[in-house]
């Protein structure tokens, strides 16, 4: 009896925590990323298979094309970060190396089937760009 009440004094902690701390994607969420577009930004796929499997690497190759006014700053990151809508799963994140000039390169690994929604983000001069676009993976 004494074991059922501690059980239920755990439990009823551990739901109290996960409701105050939130749940599901929490994580995931975006910090305030400015739309790459909307500044002149573009991120453009050059290496993307056609058709994406389940739990396989994949290697992403993108082409980052800055304004003019922003050719002299220097890119301080590029990651990639696939997320799947009302899943509480963590994000897949890679980080993307520089290959040539304008040209960024990483491998993810996406977990399971369904449509993933991939964020590509730019840290430039203390401030977050970000582009998206959706795929589907199969099993």
Not at 121 to 138: C, K, N, P, T, W
Request: aromatic share 6%.
């Amino acid at each position: 009896m004494m074991r059922d009440v501690k059980l239920q004094s755990i439990l009823s902690i551990a739901l109290v925590m996960s409701g105050l701390l939130g749940c599901g994607n929490f994580q995931d969420a975006l910090p305030s990323a400015v739309p790459a577009q909307k500044e002149g930004i573009r991120v453009t796929l050059l290496r993307f298979p056609a058709k994406l499997y389940e739990l396989r690497w994949v290697r992403v190759r993108i082409s980052v094309r800055l304004p003019s006014e922003m050719r002299r700053t220097q890119i301080q990151s590029v990651r990639v970060r696939a997320t799947m809508l009302g899943m509480s799963m963590p994000a897949v994140e890679a980080v993307m190396r520089p290959v040539a000039p304008e040209r960024y390169e990483g491998d993810v690994l996406f977990t399971m089937r369904g449509r993933w929604t991939i964020h590509f983000l730019l840290a430039i001069r203390g401030a977050l760009y970000e582009q998206s676009d959706s795929i589907e993976v199969h099993s």
